[in-house]
């Protein structure tokens, strides 16, 4: 009996691909940003928070596009929300756990592996989602050394 593919994935990796190529192909990046590399890497930064259309989401790489074909003049994305201070809280109390440099410029650097390589200059500033990753990240190794100690 043949395997089922999973049709939706598949779909959706196609019109990612189709999207991404759209967005080299648009108006505005023909005209300005393929000569201006350095410029349309600052664009994703500033709006997405990436260096590379590769990484953004379908609905990220649309209202790119809207702006690259001028059908609007501003990007519109979604804000992402900042970390809660429980999340702070949690964060900090595992790093006291795990980290032999316990300084927040420590767990700063160790966050910027979840927020695309950008650094904050307080943890406070870390959307929630990078928090939560590193969270989950630190419970893990937590897990794993309190496991390997047995």
Known sequence: MPKKNNNKTTK??????RLKAAVHLSQRYTQYYKDNKEEYRELLQKHFNVNSSSKLSID?????LDYLNFKTDEIKTKKQS????AQVATIKKLWAQ?????SDRALIHFLSK???STLALKVEY???QALQKG???LKKTIARSANAKQ
């Open 98 to 102: 795990y980290a032999r440099d316990k």
């Open 114 to 116: 979840y927020n695309n």
């Open 60 to 64: 990220q790489l649309i209202a790119l």
């Open 12 to 17: 959706l990796q196609s019109l990612s691909k």
């Open 82 to 85: 900042k970390a809660s201070p």
């Open 135 to 137: 969270i989950i990240a």
């Open 126 to 128: 870390y959307p929630s």
